[in-house]
């Protein structure tokens, strides 16, 4: 097959979205199953590219029209892309079939258009080689994520959102404002061409720019301190959306900052930019476990720590401005951190799906909702428990061999500091996992009732924990995988080769 197929990847969801309206009048099972249908196309589209990807050695690239990049707008899919579009397509069917369970509140027309265009700004932020186009499919990915965080219609979900936009907003303007510097001093917006350019790029511009990047990307990738919308944005949204966040809104944000900032590498002024980066991922874990200590919600509590994970992945790819890009420790701390996103991606996609169906069948996250859970949900109970070991990183699931290689990074490139508040982080991180894990299976003696499990969910958490304790105990067959995602994203040289540029543009 052609590999300008690809383009699939995003002519499927933004399609499918346009052709909602004509079966809403055939009732609310029909939207949800063209949901599935239309997500179930998309991972064989992405498992294709993976798969040629992964073969072949070489990255896909799409040039729209026809037309060489820099005038003309292409997709690079390379070895991180193919990877981490097949993740948002598996996580995006996992959700449409929850939302079989999870969505009664309507128009479920608006519902659905909305969740193909969520999938689709994830997708084309991953897969983009223009810095401009990531700033439109950024837009997409969150104007939407604004309407579906609104989307349950309550006070809280309208507050949500409100917080949400205005964060957003200015993200956006700093995102926006950094582009136009980059563009006035390169005279290009394709990224390739940037990181020919960026060597000859004044360094204060280039350290303005990226500051602003950062910033802007910042909200889209929960980093402290542009990370205030995401608690209450967690919880008030539809379980499905919450857990799409989770797994790989999020992720798409984070790549699209570290993509952009690795590429002026070769800058004077690029090391500076990159202590900043460490510093706002610690302070993110650390303030992400301390405030999910205080939560007597379970949803909520999630969200914060998924804030803290984050906060770890994005401090394994801050690392390289210290360590070098040419050194084995900036190879490792890279690979370490997309190991971090693939488990955090699985992990908590496990957790706000089993969280989120806890609140369908007992009417709510709070703590309480979860004494004898283990007696009344077996499963849910189970699927939550190995969650919840598997974050806090105890030895044979997933989550631990990326915690493990991140801080060995870390140590390695002499941020012991940050290290140190990581680990204490990690003991607080503990505290509450092990406290909802207590209060599930040690907890609520009277509580006797027995609730009888949806099939399609159990099979689902079930498979995520076989995923989960699969990783754990052969970690090198996935780490061979991200290794070669996280050389994708170091190895400028490497991209800049393949993609087709022709010789325009106003250098420096």
Not at 176 to 203: C, E, K, P, R, W
């Amino acid at each position: 097959m052609n590999g300008q197929y690809a383009a699939l990847l995003i002519a499927i969801p933004l399609i499918s979205a346009f052709f909602v309206p004509l079966i809403k009048k055939a009732g609310r099972k029909a939207i949800l199953s063209y949901v599935i249908a239309v997500t179930v196309a998309q991972i064989a589209v992405a498992a294709w590219v993976f798969k040629r990807v992964y073969t072949t050695g070489k990255p896909i690239i799409v040039m729209a029209g026809g037309w060489k990049p820099p005038v003309g707008i292409n997709l690079y899919i390379g070895y991180f892309a193919a990877l981490f579009v097949l993740i948002v397509a598996i996580a995006s069917f996992l959700m449409a079939v929850f939302n079989l369970r999870a969505m009664k509140t309507e128009p479920l027309d608006k519902y659905a258009m909305l969740f193909l265009l969520l999938m689709l700004g994830a997708t084309g932020m991953i897969a983009t080689g223009d810095i401009f186009n990531l700033f439109v499919f950024m837009e997409i990915t969150s104007i939407t994520a604004y309407a579906l965080v609104a989307y349950n219609k309550t006070g809280e979900a309208a507050e949500a959102s409100m917080k949400y936009m205005i964060l957003g907003g200015i993200g956006s303007s700093f995102f926006l404002i950094g582009i136009a510097l980059i563009y006035g001093a390169t005279g290009t917006l394709n990224m390739a061409q940037l990181a020919q350019f960026a060597g000859l790029v004044n360094s204060t511009v280039v350290q303005a720019a990226l500051a602003l990047l950062i910033f802007g990307l910042a909200v889209e990738a929960e980093l402290f301190p542009l990370n205030a919308w995401a608690p209450d944005a967690y919880q008030a949204s539809p379980h499905p959306i919450t857990a799409m966040f989770a797994a790989f809104v999020v992720k798409a944000g984070l790549y699209a900052m570290v993509r952009v900032l690795f590429l002026f590498q070769a800058s004077s002024g690029w090391s500076g930019i990159m202590k900043l980066l460490v510093i706002m991922a610690t302070l993110t874990v650390v303030f992400g476990e301390f405030s999910a200590l205080r939560q007597r919600d379970v949803k909520r509590m999630v969200a914060y720590s998924s804030i803290s994970q984050i906060g770890l992945a994005a401090f394994g790819f801050a690392l390289v401005g210290k360590a070098g890009a040419s050194t084995g420790v900036a190879s490792l701390a890279v690979s370490a951190a997309v190991f971090h996103m693939v488990n955090h991606a699985i992990v908590k996609l496990l957790l706000f799906l089993a969280v989120g169906y806890v609140a369908i069948a007992l009417g709510g996250t709070k703590l309480e909702h979860f004494k004898g859970l283990g007696r009344r949900m077996p499963v849910t109970a189970f699927s939550i428990t190995i969650a919840a070991f598997a974050v806090v990183g105890i030895p044979m699931f997933n989550v631990f061999w990326s915690k493990v290689k991140l801080l060995i990074a870390g140590v390695e490139a002499g941020y012991t500091w940050s290290v140190f508040l990581i680990l204490g982080a990690s003991v607080v991180e503990a505290v509450y996992y092990f406290r909802l894990v207590h209060t599930m299976w040690f907890s609520g003696e009277d509580v006797n009732e027995k609730i009888s499990e949806s099939v399609p969910i159990m099979a689902m958490m079930l498979a995520l924990v076989a995923v989960i304790i699969y990783i754990g105990l052969y970690p090198n067959t996935v780490w061979h995988v991200v290794q070669k995602a996280g050389s994708d994203l170091l190895n400028v040289g490497s991209y800049v080769k393949h993609v087709p540029l022709i010789n325009v543009g106003v250098r420096p």
